[in-house]
């Protein structure tokens, strides 16, 4: 073995020692928010024999499902196995970002190429801002992401450089590279903009011309994760709020700055960042264009001869496009989204300094690390706590009705339940028709004992929205409980008339029915349908069960 590659591995497993650093109190942080819904409530990674379930559940995602899969298998829902998992792929990504920088510094022809990525991946990979990508399990879907992408980036430098020395074509290292391309496909969308990003990569570092002709199947690959979205994903294109499409881009411009500032200084980072929509024909949204362009010309004079810098920005904005441009999400931010933009603009920012004061790069890089590692443990601390959570998202942003709806959620989760109540009444003032805010408090006045102010609470929802599902089918649920069948009934059927995929209301129904054999039909139709539509619902063999008394 080379002294070069002894080098190469010896800083790699300083990089994953600082990481283990930063990491290990986030080990034992519970699932938290989307967790619930990708890990908790995901029945299709608790039976890998319903492939197709798997595959309809997130096409662009089935590489992250399984691994989901592979923890349950191994921890069930302790997630300490899921932590571990996340800390291990974050060390791995370094490895590739490690590779990466090294092979595009000797294409450029840089004199320390591991020196300066050993500092840009040291600062980035130990950073608050990847905390999100790490700790929160659901965050894994970016730096699983990052794994497959900035492998192929990597396998990619290292056959152009071949190419470069020998004059020779590197094949098997670009079809190595082609099929790290496709299995990033199976883990998020962001991976779709690869092939452009090797295209940059080519044009800027390529010895004589873009073989234009490698990119037909790394163009194919496109076109497989748009036909997958497209025959399985329930919009190809999410649209979770209704946003003008100008005010969104203008949005999405504030945005980015906010990305860069927490990048620059992690300051009052926190799981929720509430982000008013922002019109493009106002003061704001003209201070965030003027902003972004003045950034914009400031990132082109930048890198203007300088091939590296040029890359590394262009990539930290290539891979921001799907999650922060057009696509109008609930949540305009969110720091996960940019948890590889931090490493681009760390190599940018590493790239630019002359060789002559490297020696002051490593001082300055000895410096951040101990401030960074303690901010990160802090952050950690932060996420140990799902309450804690919240209650800085209530504290950063006390006016906004979601984060008092998480609060009351997490106090529900940890059964403080007069916690709760006060959390979800304060989301409601805040916002009179927060539909989920009043369905949650009626469940836990239902946990309470207290169904009069349950039964208050779904029909203060229905009041603002008479079509709100949930609301009708918890009613149901109460009504059923209390030996009212004929309300119960009516209630679930309004569910389904309104949701006909509503699966409680099918459960309720189907139990009710079937109940003293009331209308046997009736029944089997309602839990054939529950299993069609979830064949891994939590009480599916319980169905099932009950589907064959009554068709024996």
């Not at 883990?187 to 092939?195: D, F, G, Q, Y």
């Not at 932060?382 to 006016?399: I, Y």
């Amino acid at each position: 073995m080379s002294s070069e590659r002894l080098w190469l591995r010896a800083c790699w497993l300083a990089l994953v020692a600082l990481v283990a650093v930063a990491f290990v109190n986030g080990l034992n942080a519970p699932f938290v928010y989307d967790d619930k819904i990708e890990v908790v409530g995901n029945s299709t990674i608790r039976d890998l024999t319903q492939l197709r379930a798997v595959l309809e559940y997130n096409v662009n995602r089935v590489l992250l499902i399984l691994t989901y899969a592979w923890n349950f298998r191994s921890f069930g829902l302790d997630p300490f196995g899921y932590h571990v998992t996340s800390v291990v792929i974050h060390g791995m990504v370094v490895w590739s970002a490690l590779h990466l920088a090294v092979g595009l510094g000797r294409m450029a022809n840089h004199p320390r190429p591991l020196a300066v990525g050993t500092v840009a991946c040291g600062v980035w990979c130990i950073h608050p801002m990847v905390t999100e990508g790490v700790t929160y399990i659901t965050g894994r879907s970016e730096s699983l992401c990052a794994l497959f992408v900035l492998s192929t980036l990597a396998v990619w430098a290292r056959a152009l450089e071949a190419e470069g020395r020998n004059g020779t074509p590197a094949t098997s290292q670009r079809l190595l590279a082609l099929v790290l391309c496709v299995l990033s496909t199976g883990t998020k969308e962001v991976a779709l903009m690869t092939p452009f990003a090797l295209v940059w990569m080519e044009w800027l570092f390529g010895r004589d011309r873009v073989r234009w002709r490698w990119y037909i199947p790394f163009g194919a690959t496109i076109v497989l994760g748009v036909v997958g979205r497209a025959i399985y994903a329930e919009h190809f294109i999410p649209r979770e709020v209704d946003r003008p499409l100008l005010t969104q881009v203008t949005t999405q411009a504030e945005v980015w700055l906010r990305y860069l500032g927490l990048w620059v200084a992690p300051i009052q980072q926190t799981l929720y960042h509430h982000v008013d929509d922002v019109r493009m024909l106002s003061i704001r949204g003209a201070g965030a264009w003027c902003a972004w362009l003045l950034g914009l010309w400031g990132a082109v004079r930048w890198s203007r001869g300088r091939p590296l810098v040029a890359f590394a920005l262009g990539c930290a904005a290539l891979f921001l496009i799907p999650s922060s441009s057009v696509v109008a999400l609930k949540e305009s931010m969110a720091e996960h989204r940019a948890y590889v933009t931090g490493l681009y603009l760390a190599l940018a920012a590493a790239w630019s300094v002359p060789d002559r004061w490297q020696r002051g790069l490593w001082c300055a890089a000895g410096g951040l690390v101990p401030v960074l590692i303690l901010a990160t443990i802090e952050r950690n601390r932060v996420w140990s706590s799902e309450v804690a959570l919240w209650e800085e998202a209530t504290r950063l942003s006390p006016n906004v009705a979601e984060g008092w709806y998480g609060l009351g959620d997490a106090h529900r989760f940890s059964g403080d339940m007069e916690s709760s109540v006060a959390a979800f009444q304060t989301a409601i003032e805040r916002d009179s028709e927060h539909l989920d805010s009043y369905n949650n408090l009626g469940i836990v006045w239902a946990q309470m004992g207290e169904h009069r102010s349950a039964k208050e609470a779904w029909q203060s929802a229905l009041l603002v929205d008479r079509t709100y599902c949930k609301a009708h089918s918890n009613l149901g649920l109460l009504s059923s409980q209390r030996g009212s069948v004929e309300d119960a009934i009516v209630n679930f059927r309004t569910a389904l008339q309104h949701c006909p995929n509503n699966i409680a209301a099918h459960y309720g129904l189907g139990s009710l029915y079937a109940d003293g054999r009331r209308n046997p039909k009736r029944a089997i139709f309602h839990f054939e349908a529950l299993l069609r539509i979830d064949p891994g619902f939590s009480r599916a063999e319980e169905v099932r069960k009950r589907l064959l008394d009554l068709t024996w």
